[in-house]
C-alpha cells in the first residue's frame, strides 16, 4: 500500500458542521451484495470482489439513477436505498456514493488532498460513536489496508479519465478513497464505506459522507466564487447527468 502523501492532512470542519448549506446537486448510489429476488426494474453489475459462501440467487452491485438531495433523504435517495437494500453482504461487498455539484467551483475546491483525508478522519469519529465493533470491516479501510479505497490523491489524473478500467497499480487508477471520476461521470465517487449490515446505518453512512463534504466547503479558506454555473441535463436513455459550464 502506498505511503500517505505529505499533503494528507485532514482539515478540521467541527464549527462548520451544522452552518453549511447543502452544495449537493444530487448523487448516485451502488450497492454490493446478494439479493434473494431483485426489486421490479432493477438489475445487478457483476462484480469479481463481491463472493459469498452460501448460495444466493443474485450477485454484484446494484447502481442507482440520479437521486435527489434534500434534508428529508427518506423521500429521496433514503427511498431508493431501502427498497433496494441487499438481503446478503459481508466484508467483501463496498457501498459506493458519487455526487455531483451545482458549481465547478464547489468540485474544484474539493480536489485537494485535505478533502479524503478529512473524510478519512471524521468516518474514524462516526464508527466510534456508532460502537462499531473492532472486526467492522470499516476498520481495515479506514486504516489504508483495503486495495479498493487507497489512501492517495491522485485527483488531477483522474478527472480526465474517460474509461473503467481495473488496474490498481496505474497512474491515475479509481481505487482511492475518493475518485475524481469528472470526466466519465460528473461527479466525485467516495469508495470508502464498506456495505453496511442493515439499511439504518447505511442511511447514516451516507448521510454523514454528505455532511462532511458540505462543512469541508465552509471550514476550506475561501476565495471569491466566480460568476459561474454548471447547467445539468439528465439524459433519460442512460441516466447519465450531462454538464455545461457558464461563465
Not at 434534500?70 to 467483501?92: C, I, M, Q, R
Not at 467551483?105 to 468516518?123: D, G, H, K, S
Not at 469508495?191 to 469541508?216: C, G, K, W, Y
Request: hydrophobic share 35%; glycine share 6%.
Amino acid at each position: 500500500m502506498a505511503k500517505l502523501q505529505k499533503e494528507w492532512v485532514p482539515l478540521d470542519i467541527t464549527t462548520a458542521r451544522g452552518k453549511s448549506r447543502n452544495r449537493i446537486y444530487r448523487v448516485g448510489l451502488e450497492l454490493e451484495g446478494g439479493w434473494n429476488k431483485l426489486p421490479p426494474g432493477t438489475r445487478t453489475i457483476r462484480d469479481g470482489s463481491v463472493a459469498f459462501n452460501q448460495a444466493v440467487n443474485h450477485v454484484g452491485e446494484m447502481p442507482s439513477g440520479i437521486l435527489d438531495v434534500a434534508k428529508d433523504s427518506v423521500t429521496y435517495w433514503g427511498k431508493w436505498l431501502k427498497t433496494n437494500f441487499p438481503h446478503h453482504v459481508n466484508e467483501t461487498c463496498g457501498m459506493h456514493i458519487h455526487a455531483s455539484f451545482k458549481t465547478a467551483f464547489a468540485y474544484n475546491r474539493l480536489m485537494t488532498a485535505q478533502y479524503p483525508a478529512t473524510v478519512v478522519e471524521e468516518f474514524k469519529r462516526w464508527g466510534k460513536k456508532q460502537g462499531l465493533p473492532d472486526i467492522h470491516p470499516i476498520w481495515p479501510r479506514l486504516d489504508n489496508k483495503s486495495k479498493y479505497c487507497q489512501h492517495w490523491f491522485d485527483a488531477d489524473c483522474q478527472v480526465d479519465n474517460r474509461e473503467k478500467d481495473f488496474n490498481q497499480e496505474r497512474k491515475g487508477h479509481r481505487y482511492t478513497v475518493i475518485n475524481y471520476c469528472y470526466g466519465r461521470y460528473s461527479t466525485l465517487e467516495c469508495r470508502l464505506l464498506p456495505m453496511m449490515e442493515n439499511v439504518e446505518l447505511a442511511t447514516s453512512a451516507i448521510q454523514e459522507f454528505l455532511d462532511i463534504t458540505n462543512a469541508f466547503l465552509v471550514a476550506l479558506p475561501l476565495k471569491k466564487e466566480p460568476k459561474e454555473r454548471l447547467e445539468h441535463q439528465v439524459n433519460e436513455a442512460s441516466d447519465r447527468t450531462m454538464t455545461r459550464l457558464y461563465v
